[in-house]
C-alpha cells in the first residue's frame, strides 16, 4: 500500500470520528440547555474555546447566543472542527483512496457527505436539529457497519482503526481534561446537583451515561465517572479501550510487514502504565497531570505512526 | 439530417434498431423517467462525478446520462473498426518516423516547421524507441456520422484519452435497469475492458520480468477525470499513485509504501507530457517525479501513453492524415478526414473569414469544445469578435465546415426528441495487436439543434451497443 493511501485512510477514519464526537458534544450540550434559562451559555462557550477558533466565531456572528453556537459547530466552514468541514474532509480523503475500499464503505461515507451536505447548507433552525444530529451520527454508524462487515481485515483496515482509535482517545481525553475539576473528590461536596448534571453533559457527549448509570444502579459519582472513562475496558470510549485497539491493530501490521514498529513499544507503554495506574487508589492520582501527560502522549502516538509507516 | 434510429423509408425505423423501437412502444414515459432519475441518483451516491475547471468551490458535477442506447449494427462496425485499426497503425509509425529517421518530413509530405517548432512534439523522444515499440497504449478516435454510409473522423486522442470508465457505467447502469433488452439483443460485450487494458500494458514490458507491477497516475482528486482514474486502477487491480509517491532510486521507478519501496515497471499515466517529470519537462510541476523521464529512457519503464504522442492528435498535423496514413500503410483511407482549412495559410484565411458563417473554427491546440466557434449558431457581434481573434492571430486557428452531425433521440419530458451525438471507440495497441473494443463513448448534445457534445458544456452520454450477428 502506499504510505500516502495510508495517511489517507488513517486520516478519513479520524476526521470523521471527530464529527462523530462533535456531533454526540453538540446533542449532549442540546439536552442539557434546552432545560436552561442561559441556553447553557458556559458549555457552549466551552467548546468554542476549546476549539480554540473564539476568533472566528467573533467575527462571523454577531454574539453569543445558542443558536449561533450550534451553526458554528456544524456547518461554519471556516471552523475547521465544524461537522461539515470535517465530513468533507474525510471524503476527500476516501476519495483519495477509493480503489482501497469497498463499495459499500465508500458508499456509504459518500453518501453521509451528500446528506450533510443538504442537511447544513442552510443555517438549521432549533426543532431541526435533533434530526439533523441524529442523521450525522447515523451516518458514521452505517459506515463503521460497513466497515466491519464487507471490509477485508488487513493492512488497510488497520490504518483506519488506528486513525479512530487515536482520534477517539484524543476526543475521551480532553473531554474529561475540560471537566476534570468536577471530577475532583472536593466536586463531591460542593454541589451534587450542578455535577452531577455536569457529568451527565460530559457522560452522553461520550455516549457513556446510560450504560454507567445503568452498571451503577443509578449511583453515581465523581471516581466511577472518572474509573468508567478512563480505564473500563468494556467502554468502547474508554482511553484503555482506545489504546488496547491501538495496540493491537499495531500488532497486526507489525506481524503482516514483518518489522518492530517504535509506534508498537509506546501503544504498548502506555497500555501498560494505565493498568499501573488503576491499581492504585483512584484519589492518588493527579488527575490534572496524568490527563495532560496522556493528551500528549497521544498525540506523539499519531506522529510516530506516521513515521513508521511513510504515511504521508 | 440523418437519425441514427428513425431515418428510414419505410417508417419501422431503422434496422438496428427496430425491436428496441417495439419495446419503447410498450413503456410507460413516466416509468422511464423515473429510471433515468434512479439511474442519476444511483451515479451521485457512488460518486460517478467530473470535476469542473475554473469552478470555486471545486464542484463535482454529474455527466448526464440518457438511457436510449446509441446501436451500431455488426457491418457498420465492421468498417469502422477496420478504418480505425488503420488509422492506429498509421499513428504509430507516423511517431516512430518523426522521433527517428523522419522520412515523412525529408519525403516532402508534413513541412518541418509543423513539427520543430510544435509544443507537442518533444526533442527529449528523438532517437529513442519505447519499450515494446508502441507510442499510443489508448487512443480515442472520435467519429461523427452524417448519414448512412457516411462516418468521419473528427479527431484522434493520442494523448490521455478518456471517457472510458462512463462506455463501461453507462453499460452496466443499463444491463441493471433493462435487463430485458440484453435478452432480445446480442449486444458484444465491452466488460473486458480493463482486463485488455492491463495485458495490453504488461504486453510491452521486458520478458524477464515475471509479475510486471502496474501503476495509473493520477494528477489527483481534484482533476476532472479522476473517477476514471480511480475505476480504472480499481478495476486492473493497480494502484493509484501521484507523481510524489515515486521516487527514482539507481534507475528504476520505485513507489513508497507502508512497508518500504516498490519497484514499478509500467505507468499508466494519465497527466499530460509537461507533468511527467520536472526535470525534463514542466520545472515548474509539482505533480512530476524527478527523474522519471531518465529512467524511461534507459528502458527501465512502460510509460503509457509515450510522452511526445501529441504530435500525431495535434488539430495542425490532423488535415495531413490521409497522405499520413498512405505514407506508411501504402492504402487509402479507409475512414474520411473532414476537410479543414489551415488559417496560418493565407488563401485558406481568406475563404474562412469569407465564409465564417458557415464554418466551424477551432484553437489548434485547444480542447474540450472551448473557445471554438460555431458559425451558424452565433451571432454577429460573436461573428465579427472571431474574425478580429482570427486575423489578429491566423496560425492559431484551423475550420472545418459545420457537418450534419446524425442525431438519436433522447428522452426527454414529452417524450422521445432526436439529438445531435458524436461518438469515441477505444483502442488498445500491443506489440503485436490492435484491439478496437466493440462499443465506446456516444457523447450527446442534450440542447436542441446544439451540435457541442462536450460533458464540459453540458453534453451528455448514452450506451452504445454494437450488435454480433
Given amino acids: 500500500m502506499l504510505g500516502r493511501h495510508g495517511n489517507n485512510l488513517f486520516w478519513m477514519a479520524r476526521y470523521l470520528e471527530r464529527s462523530e464526537n462533535m456531533a454526540r458534544r453538540i446533542q449532549a450540550v442540546l439536552h442539557h440547555s434546552l432545560s436552561r434559562e442561559d441556553e447553557g451559555r458556559d458549555e457552549w462557550a466551552e467548546i468554542i474555546t476549546n476549539s480554540e477558533l473564539a476568533h472566528v466565531f467573533d467575527e462571523k456572528y454577531d454574539g453569543f447566543s445558542m443558536i449561533n453556537a450550534i451553526n458554528f459547530l456544524l456547518r461554519e466552514r471556516q471552523n475547521l472542527n465544524s461537522v461539515i468541514t470535517l465530513i468533507t474532509k474525510s471524503r476527500q480523503n476516501g476519495r483519495a483512496v477509493r480503489t482501497s475500499l469497498t463499495q459499500e464503505v465508500w458508499m456509504s461515507l459518500n453518501e453521509t457527505w451528500i446528506s450533510s451536505e443538504a442537511l447544513l447548507r442552510r443555517p438549521v433552525n432549533i426543532h431541526d436539529l435533533p434530526i439533523v444530529l441524529e442523521e450525522i451520527i447515523k451516518g458514521s454508524s452505517l459506515f463503521r457497519g460497513a466497515l466491519y462487515g464487507t471490509m477485508l481485515h488487513n493492512d488497510i483496515f488497520n490504518f483506519l482503526r488506528l486513525g479512530t482509535y487515536v482520534e477517539r482517545a484524543d476526543n475521551t481525553l480532553r473531554t474529561v481534561y475540560s471537566k476534570y475539576h468536577r471530577l475532583l473528590p472536593t466536586a463531591n461536596v460542593i454541589g451534587v446537583s450542578e455535577s452531577q448534571s455536569q457529568w451527565e453533559v460530559m457522560l452522553r457527549s461520550l455516549s457513556a451515561w446510560r450504560s454507567l448509570n445503568w452498571l451503577k444502579k443509578g449511583r453515581i459519582d465523581p471516581f466511577s465517572v472518572a474509573d468508567f472513562l478512563i480505564f473500563d475496558q468494556r467502554m468502547p470510549r474508554s482511553i484503555n479501550f482506545c489504546y488496547y485497539e491501538v495496540v493491537s491493530n499495531l500488532t497486526d501490521l507489525a506481524r503482516l510487514y514483518k518489522k518492530e514498529y517504535k509506534s508498537l513499544d509506546l501503544a504498548r507503554t502506555l497500555c501498560c502504565q494505565l493498568k499501573k495506574d488503576r491499581a492504585k487508589n483512584i484519589h492518588k492520582i493527579d488527575l490534572k497531570y496524568f490527563i495532560t501527560e496522556h493528551i500528549i502522549k497521544n498525540n506523539e502516538l499519531g506522529s510516530i505512526i506516521a513515521d513508521d509507516f511513510n504515511l504521508v | ?469
Wanted: aromatic fraction near 10%.
Fill in chain 2, 1 to 469: 439530417m440523418f437519425d441514427e434510429m428513425l431515418s428510414d423509408q419505410s417508417h419501422q425505423g431503422r434496422e438496428p434498431y427496430r425491436k428496441l423501437l417495439s419495446w419503447l412502444e410498450n413503456q410507460n414515459l413516466k416509468k422511464l423517467s423515473k429510471k433515468s432519475k434512479m439511474a442519476e441518483e444511483f451515479f451521485r451516491r457512488v460518486g460517478i462525478t467530473f470535476n469542473v475547471y475554473g469552478n470555486e468551490d471545486g464542484e463535482e458535477r454529474l455527466i448526464p446520462f440518457d438511457l436510449i442506447p446509441r446501436i451500431l449494427a455488426l457491418d457498420e462496425w465492421q468498417k469502422l473498426e477496420k478504418g480505425i485499426i488503420q488509422r492506429v497503425v498509421a499513428i504509430n509509425a507516423f511517431l516512430r518516423d518523426v522521433y527517428n529517421s523522419q522520412e515523412i518530413i525529408r519525403a516532402g509530405i508534413i513541412p518541418e516547421e509543423l513539427i520543430y517548432p510544435n509544443p507537442a512534439f518533444l526533442p527529449q523522444m528523438c532517437g529513442f524507441i519505447p519499450p515494446g515499440g508502441v507510442y499510443t497504449h489508448v487512443v480515442g478516435v472520435d467519429i461523427i456520422r452524417t448519414g448512412i454510409d457516411e462516418f468521419f473522423v473528427l479527431e484522434d486522442n493520442a494523448r490521455v484519452p478518456s471517457g472510458v470508465s462512463y462506455m463501461m457505467e453507462n453499460r452496466s447502469t443499463m444491463l441493471h435497469m433493462f435487463p430485458e433488452l440484453f435478452t432480445e439483443h446480442n449486444v458484444r460485450p465491452i466488460s473486458n475492458y480493463p482486463k485488455e487494458l492491463f495485458n495490453s500494458l504488461i504486453s510491452c514490458v521486458k520478458t524477464n520480468i515475471p509479475d510486471p507491477n502496474v501503476v495509473v497516475l493520477t494528477p489527483g482528486i481534484f482533476n476532472s477525470a479522476y473517477y476514471e482514474h480511480s475505476f480504472l486502477a480499481d478495476e486492473m487491480g493497480a494502484e493509484l499513485v501521484q507523481g510524489t509517491d515515486m521516487e527514482i532510486s539507481n534507475g528504476e521507478v520505485m513507489i513508497r509504501t507502508t512497508s518500504g519501496t516498490e519497484k514499478v515497471d509500467v505507468i499508466y499515466r494519465r497527466v499530460d507530457d509537461d507533468f511527467i517529470d520536472p526535470l525534463s519537462f514542466n520545472s515548474k510541476s509539482m505533480l512530476g517525479t524527478p527523474g522519471l523521464f531518465d529512467a524511461y529512457r534507459k528502458g527501465n519503464i512502460v510509460l503509457a501513453n509515450a510522452p511526445g504522442a501529441g504530435i500525431a492528435d495535434d488539430k495542425a498535423i490532423y488535415s495531413y492524415m490521409p497522405e499520413i496514413i498512405k505514407f506508411y500503410t501504402g492504402e487509402t483511407p479507409l475512414l474520411d478526414n473532414i476537410p479543414t482549412w489551415k488559417c496560418s495559410d493565407a488563401e485558406s484565411l481568406r475563404y474562412v473569414l469569407e465564409n465564417l458563417r458557415e464554418l466551424v473554427v477551432k484553437e489548434v491546440h485547444g480542447s474540450g469544445g472551448y473557445g471554438m466557434l460555431i458559425g451558424p449558431a452565433a451571432s454577429k457581434r460573436e461573428l465579427s469578435s472571431f474574425a478580429r481573434k482570427l486575423r489578429s492571430n491566423p496560425s492559431k486557428y484551423v475550420a472545418q465546415p459545420t457537418l450534419a452531425l446524425s442525431t438519436v433521440p433522447i428522452l426527454t419530458k414529452s417524450g422521445l426528441a432526436p439529438r445531435h451525438v458524436d461518438f469515441r471507440p477505444f483502442v488498445l495497441v500491443s506489440p503485436d495487436t490492435i484491439k478496437v473494443t466493440p462499443g465506446g463513448l456516444t457523447r450527446v448534445a442534450l440542447k436542441k439543434g446544439s451540435l457541442i457534445v462536450n460533458s464540459s458544456q453540458g453534453g451528455g452520454t448514452k450506451d452504445t451497443w454494437v450488435l454480433g450477428v
